[in-house]
């Protein structure tokens, strides 16, 4: 009776041992996981192309912003794609992009456009790269297998075109006025005290060539007789100006 019972016990921990491992659950195929990488990548590839091509580069023409938005949402989901099929999850796999973001970005001073644009971008990697576009049917003598869930996959490229209509609806130029701000270290600040605001302002438009909209007035050296003053003004349909808070040359990147 004993040994019946051990028996008994042995089998029965040995089907809840088989049931934990799920050895009869459906798997993809090679290529139906091949067809959902294809599809995930091509996906993601287009809609931060045309987010970057024609809402980003349009304005700033920064090359350099160009390459990184889209290898980083390229290796983004490839990132998330392959770590979100094992053990370590989601979690861990954005804990590491976060460490790897802190550690090169913490030394370079990105503009807020370009970091919504980069934080955008890492939104769509995370929603293609996890949306679920294959469904499980069948079962029993049939047998469960996976088909391509044409719903979810609809769902998901409208969701990426949601995104991409809200960046061109706030990017319309009838939508915003764009304006811009260039720094400039001005000699005359006899001119900087409020009472003579309208001299200093027809004094910056005589030199400048612009229509300025405000000046604000920044550090002041008595000594040089310079001060530093930001002068903000509109930009005209279709320019850009993404220098124009640059001090330095070797902060001028092509």
């Not at 028996?7 to 139906?32: K, N, P, R």
């Not at 990697?125 to 047998?143: D, E, Q, T």
């Not at 075109?161 to 006899?190: F, G, M, N, P, Q």
């Amino acid at each position: 009776m004993i040994q019946a019972d051990e028996l008994g016990a042995y089998s029965l921990a040995d089907d809840e041992f088989l049931d934990v491992q799920s050895i009869t659950d459906a798997m993809m195929t090679t290529s139906q996981s091949l067809t959902e990488l294809a599809i995930r990548f091509f996906l993601n590839l287009v809609v931060c192309w045309v987010l970057v091509q024609f809402f980003y580069y349009r304005k700033s023409r920064r090359r350099d912003y160009y390459f990184t938005f889209m290898v980083f949402s390229s290796a983004m989901l490839m990132l998330l794609y392959m770590m979100g099929n094992v053990e370590v999850g989601v979690g861990l796999t954005l804990g590491l992009f976060a460490i790897f973001g802190v550690i090169r970005y913490r030394t370079e001073t990105v503009p807020i456009r370009e970091m919504t644009y980069l934080f955008v971008i890492i939104a769509l990697a995370a929603m293609n790269g996890l949306a679920p576009i294959y469904k499980l049917v069948g079962g029993g003598s049939a047998g469960a297998h996976y088909v391509l869930d044409w719903g979810a996959a609809g769902v998901a490229v409208i969701a990426n075109a949601l995104v991409l209509c809200l960046v061109w609806v706030l990017e319309s130029e009838k939508l915003l006025r764009h304006t811009s701000a260039k720094l400039v270290l001005y000699d005359r600040i006899d001119l900087i005290v409020p009472e003579r605001r309208a001299e200093l302002v027809a004094d910056l438009e005589k030199r400048i060539g612009l229509k300025v909209d405000n000046v604000e007035v920044g550090h002041v050296d008595f000594l040089k007789d310079a001060a530093f003053l930001k002068v903000y003004y509109t930009l005209e349909k279709g320019q850009s100006a993404s220098i124009d808070t640059l001090t330095k040359a070797k902060d001028f990147v092509e």
